[in-house]
């Protein structure tokens, strides 16, 4: 398992920056570039260090344009440490929907961002409507 | 704010103990440490391997002394800030 690993300083020109955030929590940890693993591996050493091993999470990673993109085959994982240069940003999401969302993830800033734009055009036609009356 | 030298090769399990000497935390106690990195953000350090990336991360900033945080509690549930965290 990849959860033991350490990256030796002498090799740190090949080394990953994770920083994985779940909630309110930043984790931050080293991988070696030239053996990422698999990314069952990656999932279960991310369950590891956030201490949630029973949790079923959903785990995207911020790309150079800044769009949040899935992990969850070996494809899409090593295209994301290939891309890291070399700080890997992490978003972690509980599968389950119970769960209260984190307000801080890209989507959820979305959702608030399209919901607000709503509310404006709404209060807007009613202030027009009140001010034709 | 306490200030104290320790070894860069200090472990893990040494680190918590020195800890909970200077700030007076009894063996029983849950403590939880974060660090402040590069980007002004509060990491979790729970492993050796997470210690061993602040120290990564410190030498490369060169800044004058690695500042930590030091809760004396555990989050309610993972992923939650400390009991009496916030961004201040």
Not at chain 1, 26 to 50: A, I, T
Not at chain 1, 86 to 111: A, Y
Not at chain 2, 13 to 42: F, H, N, Y
Request: aromatic share 8%; glycine share 4%; hydrophobic share 35%.
């Amino acid at each position: 398992m990849n959860k033991n690993q350490r990256v030796p300083s002498n090799r740190s020109l090949s080394a990953v920056e994770v920083k994985s955030k779940f909630g309110a929590e930043f984790r931050r940890f080293s991988l070696d570039r030239s053996k990422p693993g698999r990314f069952d591996e990656f999932y279960g050493l991310l369950q590891h260090v956030h201490r949630i091993p029973n949790v079923e999470l959903l785990v995207g990673y911020a790309d150079v344009h800044g769009d949040l993109l899935p992990i969850n085959n070996d494809d899409n994982y090593h295209k994301a440490i290939s891309t890291a240069s070399p700080l890997l940003r992490l978003f972690l999401q509980r599968k389950d929907p119970g769960f209260p969302p984190d307000l801080s993830t890209p989507h959820f800033t979305l959702l608030l961002s399209t919901i607000w734009s709503q509310l404006k055009r709404r209060c807007s036609v009613q202030m027009q409507q009140i001010g034709s009356l | 704010m306490l200030i104290t030298d320790l070894a860069a090769t200090v472990t893990f399990v040494e680190l918590c103990e020195e800890v909970r000497t200077m700030c007076s935390v009894a063996k029983q106690q849950p403590i939880t440490l974060k660090w402040i990195d590069d980007e002004g953000d509060p990491c979790t350090i729970s492993s050796q391997m997470e210690l061993e990336e602040a120290f990564r991360i410190y030498n490369r900033t060169k800044k004058s002394g690695l500042l930590l945080h030091v809760f004396p509690s555990i989050p309610e549930r993972p992923g939650m800030p400390c009991p009496g965290e916030d961004s201040e």
